[in-house]
């Protein structure tokens, strides 16, 4: 549709601010997800009709919601399917006479933390509570999810109409968890945000540009959630993923090659991120109850510091990996302690944490742990050893950019 | 002496029989004075495993998944939605070494 006019405009801009919002609360009073999106769409073409005679209303998302209840509560009788859902009918019909139940502010506020606490509820499948909270809470199309996540698009709607089936059929509440649910609960929003960032940030394959709006669109779901609650570890992850994004400039090269983090040009480096993670963090570290989540940020914030990588401060980053490790003990963590003991104390110790993991029989089929190994192999001067870690990398790994980066560093050792 | 009898059915054969059916069935158990309870459940897709490990509930989508587990028991319970039944399912004792498969009732369609 053209958008010259300005009241298409209007519809659009407010689409855009508050479809998800007005989606929230219609889940709430209507019961259903499928419903709701129905009466969504039914509302926004009604305001395309509406709107260019009547003007636009001096509040759009009241006007939308109650049009949009409206709406369905009609198409629900006049289908007659009012039997099968009568729940959602006499939730429905309590919602027109009770106006004040979503005309305030706090309880549409409210509305969203619901969705995104429902999209995220341990009962779904890890790939569906993602696809649901993208689609749902970030207003993504299928189609979108389906390209980012490279899924074939039936498979990914799929995933959506069974988590909303499961949603209806097992009856997963729609409400923010109690105080005591609310640290367990909130573990498995940030781990879906945090796997969408991840998802973005490692442009392992596909396009480029679909994966950074991946990576994009996790920091705004991490904002919206630091909005609405604004928890410690909530303020730590968006604070970790605004400091690795702060690097994504620097990180590859024109022409699409790893640079690892010492190598980086540190000028590239987003200071406006940088300066909002570390202030994030400074203020979730000074609250109680922060977690890995935190820790890991204050950790990217050391490096972020650095105005060189000569000048990073190793004993700090060992110090705060050590306080990771009593928060969330995990090989991976202990190899990164290990690269940073190395940096610290020289390539000799690190390797001997490195070899303790491996003979443990942990991270075998970790690339990383490898590569890593082979970094501070070569760094000894054990040309042999650091071969053949260098080629036991290779072997695992299957990122394009990462392959040709173990294989320049490979060739640099003839 | 109560017996447990467990229905099992390939998931396209679920609507194979019309619930009208076991209904009518239930009913004449009933009226014998040999039915103690019977439900019909929704499909395996609505599960949750619910499992306590070191005193921390561990919830997961979908059915439980260890072949060694066998069916040991039942508890038939009444509870306003998911996360009260998963709440009451964690305090069931056995979650701490095997796992609570909770599966939502479903209403007998008799139309």
């Known amino acids: 549709m053209p958008v010259t006019d300005p009241v298409h405009e209007a519809v659009n801009a407010v689409y855009l601010s508050d479809s998800r919002r007005v989606l929230a609360t219609l889940i709430r009073l209507l019961g259903d997800f499928d419903v709701a999106e129905e009466a969504l769409h039914d509302a926004f073409r009604a305001a395309l009709e509406q709107w260019p005679r009547d003007g636009v209303p001096t509040n759009p998302r009241a006007w939308l919601v109650s049009t949009g209840r409206f709406k369905a509560i009609d198409s629900l009788r006049r289908r007659s399917r009012f039997d099968a859902l009568d729940e959602a009918g006499d939730q429905a019909e309590i919602a027109v006479v009770d106006t004040a139940a979503w005309a305030d502010e706090e309880s549409v506020e409210d509305d969203r933390l619901r969705l995104i606490f429902t999209c995220c509820h341990p009962a779904l499948a890890p790939d569906a509570q993602v696809a649901l909270t993208l689609r749902e809470v970030c207003g993504l199309t299928t189609e979108e999810i389906a390209q980012a996540f490279l899924t074939p698009a039936p498979t990914l709607a799929q995933r959506i109409v069974r988590a909303k089936a499961k949603i209806r059929d097992a009856r997963i509440p729609y409400e923010v968890p109690t105080r005591a649910a609310l640290p367990e609960r909130l573990d498995a929003v940030l781990r879906v945000i945090y796997l969408v960032f991840n998802e973005g940030y490692a442009a392992s394959s596909g396009t480029l540009v679909t994966r950074h709006d991946l990576s994009a669109e996790a920091i705004r779901l991490g904002r919206l959630l630091v909005d609405l609650l604004p928890e410690p570890e909530a303020r730590g992850l968006l604070a970790l993923m605004l400091l690795h994004e702060s690097r994504r400039a620097a990180r590859t090269s024109a022409s699409g090659d790893v640079i690892l983090l010492d190598d980086q040009d540190r000028s590239l480096w987003n200071r406006d991120q940088i300066a909002e993670g570390t202030r994030l963090v400074e203020g979730a570290l000074a609250s109680r109850g922060f977690g890995p989540y935190t820790i890991q940020a204050a950790i990217a914030a050391v490096h972020a510091d650095a105005s060189t990588a000569a000048a990073t401060d190793w004993a700090e980053i060992v110090g705060l990996y050590d306080v990771l490790l009593r928060a969330d003990a995990s090989p991976v963590i202990e190899l990164n302690r290990a690269v940073a003991v190395a940096m610290r104390d020289g390539p000799a110790a690190g390797l001997a944490l490195i070899d303790a993991i491996l003979q443990r029989g942990d991270l075998l089929d970790y690339r990383l742990a490898h590569a890593a190994r082979a970094e501070l192999c070569r760094r000894l001067g054990r040309t042999v050893d650091a071969r053949a870690s260098y080629e036991r990398a290779l072997a695992l790994a299957r990122q394009e950019p990462e392959r040709r980066l173990l294989e320049r560093r490979l060739a640099e050792l003839l | ?111």
């Open chain 2, 1 to 111: 002496m109560k017996y447990l009898c467990l229905v099992y059915l390939e998931e396209e054969k679920l609507r194979a029989v019309p619930d009208r059916e076991c209904m009518a069935c239930g009913d004449g158990f009933r009226k014998s004075g040999l039915l103690v309870a019977a439900e019909a459940l929704q499909p395996v897709e609505t599960a949750t495993t619910v499992r306590v490990r070191n005193g921390k509930v561990s919830i997961t989508d979908g059915p439980f998944a260890e072949t060694k587990e066998q069916l040991a028991g039942f508890y038939l319970i009444e509870a306003r939605d998911l996360n009260d039944a998963i709440q009451v399912a964690s305090k069931i004792p056995p979650a701490r070494e095997g796992s609570i498969e909770v599966r939502p009732v479903r209403q007998l369609d008799l139309q």
